[in-house]
């Protein structure tokens, strides 16, 4: 039951793009299609399991015990990117269609801030490793169905009359104002 | 020294990096629900940029081109990491009040887009008042944003009540909705100011 | 082969340097951060507890009953004739994360106060539980922890009910609220052992 209202609050409530401000870079950049949008939302719950399934025993079986926290920022960081270099790695030699069409976006997740955050999240929650592994599933999900609302939101606007002073990426964010507002609907939803 | 000036400028408003670059925006919307946070915030990333242009500039000829972005990163997250243990020693309220957004500096676009594309080829005296002006471009906005925030949202700024008693704070504002919103405004604030600019420009040739 | 031995050393040095300063910066701060914590802790314990002449933390013998709710550190407050009551420094869910706060439990059954250390709400809602110029009885200019003090620890303590709520922050008003009644209950039961033990 638990591990449901950690779900529930990662994917709806507490939604890391449109409640946390997290992610934003690719929320902008990468919506500007429904199939890109999934296709990052994918990319990006994948690595952040994979993260979160590294750093979460490196933390606690190492840094921890040996009183090395203050390396937190250093490692998590670096063993995001090295995950993010094998994915590209094995992308290019088994989906390079898939690879091609991401382009430089795939070697930018590792910027992606909503990752790194969910793996101090991990820590500063004091998830267990089960716990973690739903909280970031959670998490990356509610990040892919943020991107997919604004990609639909976007074609709309496409096609819509704007007043100039708004025309281009201040539209993006007063969409994203209103879809806020309507992901804080969601605040009762768990007790 | 005018060219340093220009550099200096350039991260002020035509290159600014929140509002123009679109980059650095995470920590940008959710920190600035108060002007201290906003402020501390941007003096914070600036000196992560700073230390880390200059360490990356001075050391560029020793870096290896096939390993630099590894290397980036143990620079920019060690200067990260200190910061956040100054700022939790020196000023625990507001490392208390960042959270999770200090230690996410480390991944904040800016820093990262600066090093790779401007302070890995440049000398340290360029990259200095580089890192300076994008800094406080970056400043000035996020103070920008949170004072809006905090003066609608709560009738203060620092925490020193402005509004009147009588207003009845927004609280829309301090919300999340309300950042997203203020940041719409501000975006397209800075494309007005962009085009008056080019439009002087252009009268002057 | 050898070179990627190479950039492999390379990397190896960039990341020991980095490691080793800060080693250094952490040192450093570590001890700043410690004696910061020391004084805030003093000063709140002689918040909840003026009268008391010094406190010892007491470890395993005090803990939480409720699942939810975890006890961090449990100092037991004298004043020189004995125990005048316990502070506990407990961990509970709230709206935004969880929320830390230190209970002060009288002796004499009663709650000596309530001080909201870390709370992860939102800003002008559920953070105004810490906030001093938020009252949630405006005539009689009660914030939110003031109505605590001098509570009975055998209260309900039901938001609501006998405990005024923040507005708009039931989530949050509930979590400390059912922090603080844990706390009453288990403190002042603790409390009962000490006394009746050292008399």
């Known amino acids: ?191 | 020294m005018k060219r340093y000036i220009k550099i200096f400028t350039n991260g002020l408003v035509l290159e600014n990096p929140l509002l123009m670059l679109m980059i650095g925006l995470c920590s940008a919307l959710a920190v600035t629900t108060a002007v201290a946070n906003g402020l501390g915030m941007g003096l914070a990333m600036t000196f992560v940029l700073l230390m880390s242009e200059v360490v990356i500039s001075a050391f560029r000829k020793l870096i290896p081109d096939s390993i630099r972005i590894p290397v980036f990163i143990i620079i920019i997250a060690a200067f990260t990491t200190v910061i956040d243990y100054v700022l939790k020693a020196y000023f625990p309220d507001l490392s208390k009040a960042m959270g999770v957004f200090i230690p996410l500096i480390v991944v904040n676009c800016i820093i990262m887009g600066r090093v790779e594309g401007f302070s890995y080829k440049r000398p340290v005296m360029d990259v200095i008042p580089d890192a300076i002006g994008m800094g406080i471009g970056y400043t000035w906005v996020l103070v920008g944003i949170s004072a809006l925030r905090e003066l609608l949202g709560n009738g203060t700024i620092f925490n020193i009540q402005i509004m009147p008693q009588s207003y009845k704070p927004i609280l829309f504002f301090v919300l999340s909705p309300g950042g997203f919103f203020v940041f719409a405004l501000f975006i397209s604030l800075n494309i007005f100011l962009k085009s008056r600019l080019k439009n002087v420009e252009e009268e002057r040739k | 082969m050898k070179n990627m031995l190479k950039l492999g050393i390379i990397l190896a040095i960039y990341a020991s340097v980095a490691c080793v300063g800060l080693a250094f910066v952490y040192a450093g701060t570590k001890k700043v951060i410690a004696e910061r914590q020391k004084t805030d802790l003093e000063a709140a314990l002689n918040d909840l507890f003026p009268q008391g002449k010094g406190f010892d933390e007491v470890t395993g013998s005090l803990k939480s009953t409720e699942p939810s709710v975890t006890f961090n550190n449990v100092y037991e407050v004298k004043d020189g004739n004995g125990p005048l009551g316990v502070a506990i420094r407990a961990v509970g869910a709230s709206y935004g994360g969880p929320v830390t706060v230190l209970v002060g439990v009288g002796a004499n059954g009663k709650i000596a106060g309530v001080k909201v250390l870390e709370s992860k709400d939102t800003p002008g809602l559920g953070a105004n539980a810490a906030n001093p110029t938020y009252f949630v009885d405006r005539t009689k200019r009660l914030t939110f922890t003031d109505q605590f003090k001098g509570k009975a620890v055998t209260d309900p303590f039901e938001v609501k009910g006998d405990v005024i709520a923040i507005t708009a922050s039931t989530i949050t008003s509930k979590a400390i609220t059912g922090i603080v009644k844990v706390c009453g209950q288990t403190g002042s039961q603790w409390l009962a052992t000490q006394t009746g033990g050292t008399k």
Do not use: H
Not at chain 1, 99 to 116: D, H, K, Q, R, V
Not at chain 1, 120 to 140: H, L, M, Q, R, T
């Open chain 1, 1 to 191: 039951m638990i591990l449901f209202k950690i779900f529930i609050s990662a994917f709806l409530i507490d939604n890391i793009v449109l409640m946390r401000f997290l992610a934003l870079c690719s929320f902008i950049g990468m919506t500007t299609d429904e199939g890109q949008s999934v296709g990052m939302g994918l990319a990006v719950t994948f690595v952040t399991v994979l993260a979160t399934t590294v750093t979460w025993p490196l933390y606690y079986f190492i840094l921890k015990p040996m009183g090395l926290e203050f390396l937190q920022i250093l490692v998590f960081i670096l063993v995001i990117a090295a995950l993010v270099q094998l994915v590209e790695f094995y992308l290019k030699k088994s989906a390079p269609a898939l690879y091609s069409s991401m382009g430089i976006y795939l070697a930018l997740i590792t910027t992606n801030c909503a990752i790194l955050a969910v793996t101090f999240d991990n820590v500063s929650k004091g998830y267990n490793f089960i716990e973690s592994i739903v909280y970031s599933v959670g998490v990356a999900l509610g990040y892919l169905l943020a991107m997919l609302l604004l990609a639909g939101i976007r074609k709309r606007i496409a096609t819509s009359p704007i007043p100039s002073f708004l025309k281009g990426t201040p539209i993006l964010f007063v969409a994203s104002a209103l879809l806020s507002v309507a992901f804080m609907g969601f605040a009762g939803l768990v007790k």
